[in-house]
T-cell receptor
């Protein structure tokens, strides 16, 4: 158990819908990272937040957005969902925003029908 | 742009045999390299990392990796594998202290 929690574990929804994925980092970690794992794209970095502020952006679509709240939990919002958004979404956390180890949550499996 | 190439998508080996999972990276700046393991239906777990210093890095579960700057490689090795090592292994490079760029993964299958 990494100490990072993600909810829900599974999510099934329809195209065009909007969903919110939630992540709680390890106690004391200030950074949260979001990754997408799909069969065709592999594991890709989406976005990083550090202490409430966006720190780095990766291959995140405009339909996707994220935020980190004052209690340091984070939410990833996916809107206008397409079939191709079906994937495993991981959250990771680290103490700071540098070279510290990132600890990964168990992921949320999203299926868009 | 930095990238990571895992040369084998699947590696089958027999139990108690040695294994090497290959990883090459491309980067024009200092790199920080990682190996993560993903067991079935689980998240990623850090096996080992290279930040600086000794080029031979020892990790958990008996794994080790060697950083080779001239060959831009960071291959993962284990002298004797167990059934429990069956998993997907990801090599990654950390860029600018921020995002991780992952390879496509290598599925290690251990046969009895």
């Amino acid at each position: 158990d990494s100490g990072v929690t993600q909810t829900p574990k599974h999510l099934i929804t329809a195209t065009g819908q909007r969903v919110t994925l939630r992540c709680s980092p390890r106690s004391g970690d200030l950074s949260v990272y979001w990754y997408q794992q799909s069969l065709d794209q592999g594991l890709q970095f989406l976005i990083q937040y550090y202490n409430g502020e966006e720190r780095a952006k990766g291959n995140i679509l405009e339909r996707f957005s994220a935020q980190q709240f004052p209690d340091l939990h984070s939410e990833l919002n996916l809107s206008s969902l397409e079939l191709g958004d079906s994937a495993l979404y991981f959250c990771a956390s680290s103490v700071g925003g540098g070279l510290e180890t990132q600890y990964f949550g168990p992921g949320t499996r999203l299926l868009v029908l | 742009a930095q990238s990571v190439t895992q040369l084998d998508s699947q590696v089958p080996v027999f139990e108690e045999a040695p294994v090497e999972l290959r990883c090459n990276y491309s980067s024009s700046v200092s790199v920080y390299l990682f190996w993560y393991v993903q067991y079935p239906n689980q998240g990623l777990q850090l096996l080992l990392k290279y930040l600086s210093g000794s080029t031979l890095v020892k990790g958990i579960n008996g794994f080790e990796a060697e950083f080779n700057k001239s060959q831009t490689s960071f291959h993962l090795r284990k002298p004797s594998v167990h059934i429990s090592d069956t998993a997907e292994y990801f090599c990654a490079v950390r860029i600018g202290g921020q995002k991780l760029v992952f390879g496509q993964g290598t599925r290690l299958t251990i046969n009895p």
